[in-house]
């Protein structure tokens, strides 16, 4: 069974208790079209599972087949910086079909974010150092497509839906 490499650390950007049962890593591309799909199912078990799941985003832009991916990444790690990445993440993947820089920037206001700031910022690259971490730890990981998750620590290779996720989270919690 494949095994999540790098450790959940300060870095990554965590939803719900760090002491959950149930730690979920997601490694996604918000240009994906099963990435949002899985967005709101993802959504669905943070409802259904509240303080028993501890959701992790990672990185992992396929930019040889979504070439506004890399740049999203980047969008919601500027957005971290100023305090707003799940805002940035759940608006980018709500606008999935529309991801160029203009859209992002509208986005960046759409969320609260100091937009001069974060304009400067996206032009310069800031966060492409950031966005390929996730990316090579996905990588190490065996990630190989999008979305893969690792239910803790261990990859999830069941089907891609709600009811399976969340039948393979109910077991490890069992388990727990």
Known sequence: ?????????????????????????????YECPYCGQAYWFVKDLEQ?????????????PLINVHSHAEHAAEAAEGSAAQGKFWEMHDCLFEH?????????????AEVDLDVP????????????????????????SGVN?????FINGARYQGSLNLRSLLAAIEQVADGA
């Open 48 to 60: 259904s599972l509240g303080d028993l799941l501890c959701l992790v985003f990672r990185n992992f």
């Open 117 to 140: 700031l974060f304009i400067r910022e996206m032009t310069a690259h800031r966060y492409s150092d950031r966005v390929r971490e996730d990316f090579l730890s996905g990588v190490r």
């Open 1 to 29: 069974m494949t095994q999540l490499i790098l450790p959940i650390n300060r870095r990554d950007h965590i939803k719900g208790p760090r002491n959950a049962p149930v730690t979920l890593v997601e490694y996604a591309d």
């Open 96 to 108: 999935q079909q529309a991801l160029h820089d203009r859209s992002l920037v509208e986005y960046a």
């Open 145 to 149: 497509g999008t979305p893969s998750f």
